[in-house]
Nanobody
Framework: QWQLVESGGGVVQPGGSLKLSCVAS????????IGWFRQAPGKEREKVSC????????KYADSVKGRFTVTRDNAKNTVYLQMNSLKPEDTAVYYC????????????????WGRGTQVTVSS
């Protein structure tokens, strides 16, 4: 069974930074892209970023581009999301997920999801 576990969330002041981790097991990790999503209370889940299986290609939502960086270490079965210059609107539960097709934009094409990690940006 594939499993994804997110960690690294917490409470940070505006302008601060956090680094999230997504550790995967039960899959050939370096064969799959990994997406990052977030969901704030009362809002729809939003795709934040995606990284290709090799790490050579990345995508970002316009709302985070220039502030967030996604990387991966395939030897550790881990994908990271470095979040800088955090804003209150970044507050959400952040999830990583495995897409059926590389970096799909459709949530229903992500077959495996972690349970999420809470990020709160507040002064």
């Amino acid at each position: 069974q594939w499993q994804l576990v997110e960690s690294g969330g917490g409470v940070v002041q505006p302008g601060g930074s956090l680094k999230l981790s997504c550790v995967a097991s039960g899959l050939t990790f370096d064969s799959y892209a990994i997406g990052w999503f977030r969901q704030a209370p009362g809002k729809e889940r939003e795709k934040v970023s995606c990284i290709s299986s090799s790490g050579g290609s990345t995508k970002y939502a316009d709302s985070v581009k220039g502030r967030f960086t996604v990387t991966r270490d395939n030897a550790k079965n881990t994908v990271y999301l470095q979040m800088n210059s955090l804003k209150p609107e970044d507050t959400a539960v952040y999830y990583c997920a495995v897409p059926r097709y590389p970096c799909s934009n459709y949530e229903d094409e992500y077959d495996y999801w972690g349970r999420g990690t809470q990020v709160t940006v507040s002064s």
